[in-house]
């Protein structure tokens, strides 16, 4: 309990549920998982119904808690922001399957399944001009899952082939795959929706704003160290 930031814990230790705040109840469920002393430690929607505030505590306190004991942590979220702040690699799903893995960069900067698309282009921020774009139709059903890709009845750049057959992963480096068929070699040309290009660029534009910024400022403390 004083590891995830509870004060006085061993008073806390004695108290029922109901004399803690949401935050405060979930820093009591990660000590919960700690104590067992995990390699791995899965986070399921770690921030789900906690406000914004308490949300970046929780996500610092995981981090501290990954650097301190050594810990491969898993997240399982909706929220793209969460995802962009915490994750080394990601894995995007669709229908109970990997659709696209990739580092942080390549998923975000490069993104190449409709789906990661679609994902992307209904992602909020205060800087997109364009309308957000809804994600049509329905998930599958997967009692009864769909013959080809699970997406395709949702996705308007599928092809006749998307409808017949699953596509495979395809490399697009050593580390970024993705399962569409707009990768493969004789598909058409389509390029993303304008609001993840337009996204994109913007990202772009503001890490190299801040790795100027963080390569002057450590120009000036080295000079000042001189």
């Not at 590891?3 to 029922?16: A, H, M, S, T």
């Not at 915490?86 to 995007?92: F, G, P, T």
């Not at 017949?164 to 697009?172: K, L, S, Y």
Request: proline share 8%; glycine share 4%.
């Amino acid at each position: 309990l004083a590891d995830v930031g509870i004060p006085e814990p061993e008073k806390r230790y004695k108290q029922y549920p109901h004399e803690f705040s949401g935050g405060m109840r979930q820093r009591v469920v990660i000590a919960i998982a700690m104590a067992c002393v995990p390699e791995i430690l899965i986070c399921d929607e770690p921030t789900t119904a906690l406000d914004v505030t308490i949300q970046a505590q929780i996500l610092d306190l995981l981090k501290k808690l990954q650097a301190k004991y050594g810990l491969t942590v898993i997240y399982i979220t909706h929220d793209l922001g969460v995802v962009a702040n915490v994750a080394d690699r990601i894995a995007v799903m669709y229908a109970g399957d990997i659709v696209e893995i990739g580092t942080c960069d390549e998923v975000f900067y490069d993104p190449k399944h409709p789906y990661t698309w679609a994902l992307l282009s209904s992602m909020p921020d205060l800087e997109t001009r364009e309308k957000l774009e809804a994600i049509p139709g329905t998930p599958p059903d997967m009692i009864l899952p769909p013959k080809g890709d699970a997406f395709a009845a949702r996705n308007k750049y599928a092809m006749e082939i998307d409808f017949e057959e699953q596509p495979p992963m395809f490399h697009v480096s050593e580390t970024h795959m993705a399962a569409t068929w707009l990768l493969r070699p004789n598909a058409p040309k389509v390029n993303p929706p304008a609001i993840v290009v337009e996204r994109i660029e913007r990202m772009k534009k503001e890490q190299a704003e801040r790795e100027a910024a963080e390569a002057l400022q450590n120009a000036k403390k080295g000079a000042a160290e001189a």
